[in-house]
């Protein structure tokens, strides 16, 4: 199908009131922006530029990672998010540096990024303090509560849970769909995948050694005697533990900060997001997505892959 869509886009580009592919792309910059999805069609192009009231010029369209990519010559505007989210298509302005090609760094949290649960609400279920973990979390994510206070406030709450029910929680990690994919093509490149996480040691240690990522950071549960103690070990790794995170690894590698990506959904990552060349929001809480750079409402994890190889295009014409 997206082969199909293709070449119905190149074919009846002339459909458009003015010429809507170009000869040879231009320079990098902030006047260049990508719509992608795996129903990108004619159809949804047309409806796009309609909502926009713009005749943009494609530059270039291409099938990759079961998705359609359209690559647009235009100056930016942050209504263009809102009209794409309405046909179900992402959209992603190419104001960064960094592209696929180019071996760089990735931050990633975990929790409700690279898995599809938070684990310390499935924890508090075993622990039969669920209801009331959720409710904070939920704030917190949003940002209406302080990370650290509410992460103590959280894990005091397991306090006399039996270990066992961690290894519960890890042996069924759902991860989030594209995540292997995403991560085969990165580490391809010479990409280093590391997890910053306010989540726990017990799951983001798993992941990395799963995974093959090159460094985890997040917390970590005390436990006695076979028993939670309902406390956290050592630092909280918050929102700025997370950042700096970033920044030193990519110093320890010799990773330019112009080739390094962040990926999150919940406000504990807008600080390493912002630190990143390119931060994206990946079906985050509404307060990040109104603060991200790039938003990813529609695609899996390979999402990434299309907004990076997008730059390489540019350069390949």
């Not at 992608?36 to 099938?63: R, V």
């Amino acid at each position: 199908m997206q082969t199909q869509n293709l070449a119905m886009i190149v074919q009846h580009y002339t459909l458009f009131p003015t010429p809507l592919l170009a000869e040879k792309p231009t320079a990098l910059g902030e006047d260049h922006f990508i719509l992608y999805g795996k129903n990108l069609s004619l159809d949804s192009l047309l409806a796009f530029q309609q909502k926009c009231g713009e005749n943009f010029l494609i530059l270039d369209c291409w099938n990759q990672w079961d998705y359609t990519i359209a690559l647009f010559k235009a100056t930016w505007q942050t209504q263009y998010l809102t009209f794409a989210h309405g046909l179900e298509l992402d959209i992603a302005p190419l104001n960064f540096d960094a592209s696929l090609s180019q071996a760089g760094l990735l931050v990633m949290d975990m929790d409700s990024t690279i898995i599809q649960m938070e684990c310390i609400d499935e924890i508090a279920k075993l622990a039969g303090t669920g209801e009331l973990v959720s409710s904070i979390t939920a704030q917190a994510m949003r940002g209406e509560l302080d990370f650290e206070q509410s992460l103590r406030r959280r894990v005091g709450t397991l306090k006399g849970a039996p270990e066992q029910i961690l290894q519960q929680v890890r042996n069924n990690l759902p991860l989030m769909p594209g995540l292997k994919k995403m991560l085969t093509e990165l580490q391809k490149y010479g990409w280093k995948t590391a997890i910053a996480s306010g989540g726990f040691t017990y799951f983001a240690d798993y992941l990395k050694e799963t995974l093959k990522l090159d460094f985890a950071v997040s917390n970590q549960l005390a436990i006695e005697n076979g028993y939670l103690t309902g406390e956290v070990q050592g630092d909280i790794i918050d929102a700025v533990y997370k950042a700096e995170t970033l920044k030193s690894l990519a110093q320890k590698w010799h990773i330019d900060l112009k080739n390094t990506v962040a990926i999150g959904d919940g406000a504990n990552d807008l600080a390493m997001m912002k630190m990143a060349n390119l931060g994206g929001a990946f079906h985050a809480k509404p307060k990040v997505q109104q603060q991200a750079q790039v938003v990813v409402n529609f695609a899996d994890l390979t999402a990434l892959l299309c907004i990076l190889s997008a730059n390489d295009r540019i350069k390949q014409n």
